[in-house]
């Protein structure tokens, strides 16, 4: 293994981006087709290792009705043989970095903040700490799914008001 690269994305991804997210979602096998196709347009992160793609994120602009603000909703799908490395920690970091500054300076949009539900058995002992800090994510449990009953977690970017 080389050293990871996290690449930005967000609202640059280029026709060969999405192409390679997808055939990476495919070869992985963890994600449905309705997914790729729907979340291919909302790419924000990709991480490599040297020239292989072991690391998709996205973000989806979603109204949270609970909350009453407009969040970006975040999923990341990880290579099974990269689990382990904080990947996914690094890449909520980065995506709250990223994804504030964007909504900060794209304010017509109202994004007030991050957003994601926790699906990772891997994250089981780390679910039961109520706010996240590791890289800067600041994600704080808001909830729990009425279906399966997994976390919500939420951040509120500096420039939020309601």
């Known amino acids: 293994m080389s050293e990871l690269v996290f690449k930005t994305v967000w609202r640059q991804a280029s026709p060969e981006l999405v192409e390679e997210a997808k055939a990476f979602w495919t070869r992985t096998g963890l ?19 040297g020239d292989r ?23 990341g799908v990880v290579d099974p043989q990269f689990r382990r490395l904080s990947i996914s920690m690094r890449t909520l970091g980065l995506m709250r970095e990223v994804l504030e500054a964007w909504s900060s300076a794209t304010p017509r949009e109202k994004v007030m903040g991050m957003a994601g539900v926790v699906e990772a058995a891997e994250y089981a002992d780390k679910s039961r700490e109520p706010v996240w800090t590791d890289y800067g994510c600041g994600l704080t449990l808001v909830g729990h799914t009425a279906r399966k009953n997994q976390q919500i977690r939420v951040t509120w970017f500096a420039h939020a008001r309601l």
Do not use: C, H, N
Request: no cysteine.
């Open 31 to 49: 994600v449905a087709e309705g997914f790729r196709q729907r979340r291919s347009k909302e790419l924000a992160v990709m991480i490599y290792d």
């Open 53 to 75: 793609l072991v690391g998709v994120a996205t973000a989806e602009l979603e109204m949270l009705p609970g909350l009453g603000a407009r969040f970006a909703v975040v999923q």
